[in-house]
């Protein structure tokens, strides 16, 4: 089946440490994003890659690390410069056209630092 | 000034009465709007996009686009209990290859 995979569901690590998060698709998609969600808030954008080998930061890329070696696979490293990532993080997918397709999310990855 | 403004709510409205949503965005370049829905604890679902200028009709729900007034909204007729959620808004742009959120709306239907 078609469709985006974020892995691990749920993450605990100690404050200071770094985290890679997973996000693969097989949806032949070109574009990839990074959102991260607060309780009560809305998405925010994290980073983004249009094409292989390339990414452009979001509204709040300090802190986060990404790479695009291939298509398929966006992984984001939380660093430990990342004053307060405890959040609910969302990797998506879209088609790139002329005109902006939909994009479609994984089942996200609850992120929790003690 | 938010790139993309929703109203909070909560938003409540009674079974079967019409829902309606509205987000202003700031980009006028700007050319795809989406909405989407999540339940709690759960990812976006993508419910309702469009491109052009006026409604755009998929079952219960419209979605409506006024670019002169950088206004997109949706309507849910008939609203049902399982509606209940939080309903984003998400415009895109093919030049910055940006999507970006807002803050959402919260929808309850009361049976």
């Known amino acids: 089946d078609g469709g985006i995979t974020q892995s691990p569901k749920y993450l605990f690590r100690k404050e200071g440490q770094n985290v890679t998060l997973s996000c693969e698709q097989n949806?032949?998609?070109?574009?990839m994003y990074w959102y991260r969600q607060d309780p009560g808030q809305g998405l925010r954008l994290i980073y983004y890659?249009?094409?292989?080998?390339?990414?452009q930061k979001g509204d709040i890329a300090e802190g986060y690390s990404v790479s695009r070696e291939k298509k398929e696979s966006f992984p984001l490293t939380v660093t430990s410069a990342q004053k307060n990532p405890t959040a609910f993080y969302l990797c998506?997918?879209?088609?790139?056209?002329?005109?902006?397709?939909?994009?479609?999310f994984g089942q996200g990855t609850r992120l929790t630092v003690v | 000034q938010k790139e993309v403004e929703q109203n909070s709510g909560p938003l409540s409205v009674p079974e079967g009465a019409i829902a309606s949503l509205n987000c202003t965005y700031s980009?006028?370049?700007?050319?795809?709007f989406f909405w989407y829905r999540q339940y709690s604890g759960k990812s976006p679902e993508l419910i309702m996009s469009?491109?052009?200028?006026g409604d755009k009709e998929d079952g219960r729900f419209t979605a409506q686009l006024n670019k002169a007034s950088q206004y997109v909204s949706l309507l849910i007729r008939d609203s049902q209990p399982s509606d209940s959620a939080t309903y984003l808004c998400?415009?895109?742009?093919?030049?910055?290859?940006?999507?970006?959120f807002g803050q959402g709306t919260t929808l309850q239907v009361k049976p």
């Open positions: 890659s249009q094409i292989v080998n390339d990414f």
């Open positions: 949806l032949n998609h070109d574009a």
């Open positions: 980009d006028r370049g700007s050319q795809s």
């Open positions: 469009i491109y052009s200028n």
């Open positions: 998506a997918s879209s088609k790139r056209t002329v005109e902006y397709t939909e994009a479609f």
């Open positions: 998400a415009v895109g742009s093919s030049n910055t290859g940006k999507l970006i």
